[in-house]
């Protein structure tokens, strides 16, 4: 692993802010430490989420972020309770054997599997050999999807070797290519690393950092990287709701409290997703969680909003009660973004964007955060007739 910007405490190395954090490295945040969760085969037991609901009752803030890397953070720790908090999520075998470890064992998985499916053994085996010591020094935000159910659905999601089901086999291609290499369940683990090895060797990643898909654009995949096609066929985010496998729920902005996590977990196992979804292993229905979105119609889906004020030091202004109060007036398949600053950390793609500012709210019809906003320093009543009006417009399309 490359060399992190590290500060000392008594604790031990604590990674500085902006650094992809995991539970051994966590990130300094203004609320405390951010401590993520990396749950091996993106799976936890009913005994891992109720432990884990426990240890944030004591260590951290009683709510817990999902990421859209599918794994599960906790926040507001503070440094002097990190190591009894590493202790209990190590208890729980939720903890790798060090830093170097946790930051290469980064693998998303299709969350769809059912019983005696390859998927399940798939995610194992991949991580446990990027656990290995001889495994590839990847970086820190370097990721694998095992996308191995009937259709893709995790295309949409980061990643930099892609592993998906083929009539021939398993189908392991580099993120930003349309050919890969066919393997058979048993040795795609084996290939995928092989593929990382290549990214290496190749300078895919100068300093430390990189990603597949930028190397891609500066040198062509050698042709034995490049034999077989990547199906067209995907599937759309999925929205919450029961499906074979178990329910899946979504909670607004992907947070969830600690006690209804607990409460979940007391259903089934949960899988991890990069949707800020769980699914319910096994679950036709969800205990009575007020905060749970349970249906695709629920207009909760249709806002994204990032800590804002006061969570984040950058903001001017509270983002995500905005969101709520504007989330009825977003019509459906369509999204509305409201962001603390310019950067947009929450939603990076274009959409309808409200931005805070010290004189108002910005309003950016169609584009990013940092895009030219179309109206300057609304109040909130004169932004809602805005908003009517922009999806008004977007209907008449
Ligand atoms: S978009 Fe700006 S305000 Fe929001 S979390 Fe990111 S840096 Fe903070």
């Known amino acids: 692993m490359m060399n992190a910007p590290t500060s000392m405490h008594h604790n031990g190395p604590m990674l500085v802010k902006g650094w992809c954090p995991g539970a051994i490295r966590p990130m300094a945040a203004r609320d405390g430490l951010v401590v993520r969760i990396r749950p091996p085969a993106g799976w936890l037991s009913p005994a891992q989420a109720q432990g884990i609901a426990v240890l944030a009752g004591r260590w951290a803030q009683p709510v817990l972020e999902l990421t859209n890397r599918a794994n599960l953070q906790l926040r507001g720790v503070d440094p002097a309770h990190h190591v009894s908090l590493l202790q209990g999520l190590r208890a729980l075998g939720l903890v790798d054997a060090d830093a170097a470890h946790e930051a290469r064992r980064n693998v998303q998985v299709q969350p769809f599997w059912m019983e005696g499916d390859i998927t399940p053994v798939l995610a194992q085996s991949l991580g446990s050999q990027l656990a290995r010591n001889e495994a590839p020094a990847l970086p820190a935000k370097f990721g694998f999807a095992v996308d191995t159910g009937p259709v893709p659905c995790l295309r949409d999601s980061h990643a930099d070797i892609r592993l998906e089901s083929h009539p021939g086999g398993v189908l392991v291609y580099a993120d930003g290519a349309d050919h890969g290499v066919l393997s058979s369940p048993q040795t795609a683990a084996q290939t995928a690393l092989a593929l990382a090895h290549w990214f290496l060797h190749s300078g895919g990643a100068p300093a430390g950092r990189g990603r597949m898909s930028a190397l891609l654009r500066q040198r062509p995949l050698p042709v034995e990287w490049r034999q077989t096609p990547v199906a067209r066929d995907r599937m759309a985010v999925p929205a919450p709701g029961p499906n074979a496998a178990g329910y899946l729920v979504g909670f607004p902005f992907g947070l969830l409290q600690a006690s209804a996590l607990a409460a979940l977990g007391s259903h089934g196992a949960l899988r991890l997703t990069p949707w800020r979804a769980l699914l319910v292993e096994g679950a036709k229905e969800l205990p009575a969680v007020p905060e749970l979105i349970t249906g695709p119609n629920d207009v909760r889906l249709r806002v994204a909003a990032c800590t804002g004020t006061p969570g984040c030091g950058q903001s001017q202004g509270f983002t995500r009660p905005l969101a709520l109060e504007l989330a009825p007036l977003v019509p459906p398949g369509q999204r509305l973004h409201v962001s603390g600053c310019p950067k947009g950390c929450a939603h990076p793609k274009a959409a309808v ?45």
Do not use: E, I, M
Request: charged share 15%.
């Open 353 to 397: 964007t409200v931005v805070t500012t010290a004189s108002g709210l910005n309003l950016v019809r169609w584009g990013t955060a940092d895009s030219l906003p179309d109206h300057r320093g609304l109040d909130p009543s004169s932004l809602k007739q805005q908003l009517q009006q922009v999806f008004t417009d977007a209907a008449q399309l």
